[in-house]
């Protein structure tokens, strides 16, 4: 079977109305996929991008940019994007970079991003995405685990990478940058060069996206994908989605990071739809919905920040009409959440999950719609055989019994996960443990087969004999209309060992005060056992967050350690549970 045919066969499967019926195909396909040989070659964007896409839908428009900032936008067919592409490899070519080099890219949401993403791929490159949030310190990091061969780069990051190219003795081959700066060649150079170029020969084993975890425990890892994983991977996460040729897809999420390579790329890419990049700096709600109906968006995904900042807005004013799906991902999303995008859109926001390391290997996909239970994250993809094992590495097979999300290796190798850690045979050796891929998260699934969300491994609180996920706190939180948002950590106590404390980010219109906490933790009393109350309860402004927008959990729990050894009882505007007589005949 071609590598071709794969792809054509899903795109057929995400035009079927029935869902029960693609729910059926799905699994076809999956069944097949999992066994199949491949070949020992790929080049995704000579065959498939361009072998499929160009050459069957051409003029249609690859990609929709606009800049919410300036109002500019720009529209690229498939056959322009190719050909831009094909200018930029030539143009690093002729500089000496070639097949097995690597590719940093700091740039933002501009077409330039979609561009050099295409060029590497297809010259086999070793894609290295790099956040535009970067400090010097943590470029140095970068440079010195893995020296650049190339450098991409908007001219504003410019002076930033020198610094950190210079203090590391890096010695790029080229340095590529979108606007002009000395000792730099220009995106402007492009035009001086052919629109064709000849694809790499590519090895499936091949690693071609190297990323640098967020670092949510710990220090970033390399995490390193094949000439398989991602871009045929992905295919997981096009069915959990249900992108179809021709739809506008849109994706909230910055360059950098796996989200964008995922749902901003891949996915939407693998079966010929319209990609719609928008750039902004502070994310202003009401704006970006506008720009969604705007651009007639038909598949939406965005991180659980987001979502709860759109539920904020009279979401009454925005026309949707053009909205088919709208899908979350990066944290499990809250019930309350879900059901007012619902009301106001009439389509629910579908949670899937997976990792840098993976494609959408748990989700809700478009057959689940009506079925979901409100904070489930779904069940497994037909494409990965994922279960639950406990400490000892035993496979867990009751409903409700809570343990680490594994992904089976011995019945097969999920396509879409990661080749390596490059450069770290000790973390290899920590995840790949007898038959099983630890993803380093816990859940439970219910008798009917759906699962929840606990937390990371390293996130869960150990308080007395008990262990407690974060997650379902910060739910009952967040349910408070005081509460936008927030963050729960164990912090620590000599008698109990940990005590859930949370922070508490405020909604408009809302101070800190005595009352609102008291309030809080009665609220918390109505619906958590005894054992998950949170003990404590500080008021902050905002919480540490990677640039996905996940919660730096592991930030926080290291602000309570540091607490606790400078001997500091309480931090302004942080209560607890004990101060309160009037909690004294609730739950203790």
Not at 492 to 519: C, H, M, N, T
Not at 561 to 573: H, L, S, Y
Request: net charge negative.
């Amino acid at each position: 079977m071609s590598m071709e045919s794969y792809y054509k066969e899903v795109m057929e499967l995400n035009k079927i109305a029935n869902l029960e019926e693609r729910k059926k195909a799905a699994k076809a396909f999956a069944e097949k996929l999992n066994k199949a040989e491949l070949p020992d070659r790929f080049n995704w964007v000579a065959e498939i991008f361009e072998g499929l896409h160009v050459r069957e839908r051409g003029d249609q428009t690859a990609l929709l940019w606009a800049d919410m900032s300036s109002d500019r936008e720009k529209t690229m067919t498939y056959r322009e994007l190719a050909a831009d592409t094909n200018r930029c490899l030539n143009l690093l070519r002729e500089k000496g970079v070639a097949h097995g080099d690597n590719m940093y890219m700091m740039l933002p949401i501009v077409p330039e991003t979609w561009v050099s993403t295409l060029a590497s791929l297809k010259g086999g490159l070793i894609n290295v995405p790099t956040a535009t949030s970067m400090t010097t310190r943590e470029l140095q990091f970068r440079f010195q685990t893995y020296q650049p061969d190339t450098v991409v780069a908007d001219e504003s990051f410019a002076d930033l990478i020198d610094e950190a190219i210079a203090s590391t003795g890096a010695k790029p081959k080229v340095k590529l940058v979108l606007g002009k700066k000395d000792g730099w060649i220009s995106f402007d150079a492009l035009p001086d060069y052919s629109p064709d170029a000849e694809g790499a020969e590519i090895k499936k084993d091949d690693v071609l996206f190297c990323f640098f975890t967020s670092g949510t425990t710990g220090l970033p890892k390399l995490v390193g994908h094949s000439a398989y994983s991602y871009p045929l991977g992905h295919l997981s996460t096009v069915i959990m989605i249900g992108l179809q040729p021709g739809e506008v897809h849109h994706n909230l999420s910055a360059p950098g990071w796996a989200k964008w390579a995922w749902s901003s790329f891949f996915a939407p890419f693998n079966v010929g739809s319209t990609v719609a990049g928008f750039n902004f700096g502070a994310l202003d709600p009401k704006k970006y919905l506008e720009f969604v109906c705007k651009y007639k968006v038909a598949t939406f995904c965005a991180p659980p920040t987001a979502w709860r900042a759109f539920v904020g807005l009279d979401l009454s004013q925005f026309d949707f009409s053009s909205l088919k799906f709208s899908v979350s991902a990066g944290e499990p999303l809250n019930p309350e959440v879900i059901q007012q995008w619902k009301k106001h859109t009439g389509t629910e926001i579908r949670d899937f999950y997976g990792q840098t390391e993976s494609t959408a290997m748990i989700g809700n996909p478009p057959w689940m719609e009506g079925k979901m239970r409100f904070g489930s994250f779904g069940y497994p993809s037909d494409l990965y055989d994922v279960t639950l094992a406990d400490d000892e590495g035993n496979e867990i097979t009751k409903a409700g019994e809570t343990g680490h999300i594994v992904v089976r290796l011995s019945s097969w190798r999920a396509i879409g996960l990661f080749t390596e850690y490059i450069g770290n045979p000790e973390k290899m050796k920590q995840v790949f443990i007898g038959d099983f891929y630890y993803t380093g998260d816990r859940a439970f699934y219910d008798e009917d087969g759906y699962w929840w969300f606990v937390g990371r491994a390293d996130d869960v609180i150990k308080s007395s004999d008990f262990r407690v996920g974060p997650f379902e706190v910060e739910s009952t939180m967040i349910e408070h209309p005081a509460v936008a948002e927030a963050a729960v950590v164990g912090s620590p106590d000599p008698q109990r060992y940990q005590l859930v404390k949370a922070y508490i980010i405020l909604s408009k219109g809302y101070e800190p005060s005595r009352e609102l906490a008291l309030e809080l933790f009665q609220h918390s009393i109505g619906i958590l056992a005894k054992f998950k109350i949170p003990r404590i309860l500080e008021f902050v402004p905002e919480v540490p967050k990677t640039i996905s927008g996940k919660i730096r959990r592991i930030e926080l729990r290291e602000q309570e350690i540091k607490k606790k050894e400078e001997g500091v009882d309480r931090a302004p505007n942080e209560y607890f549970y004990g101060d309160f007589p009037e909690l004294s005949s609730k739950k203790k």
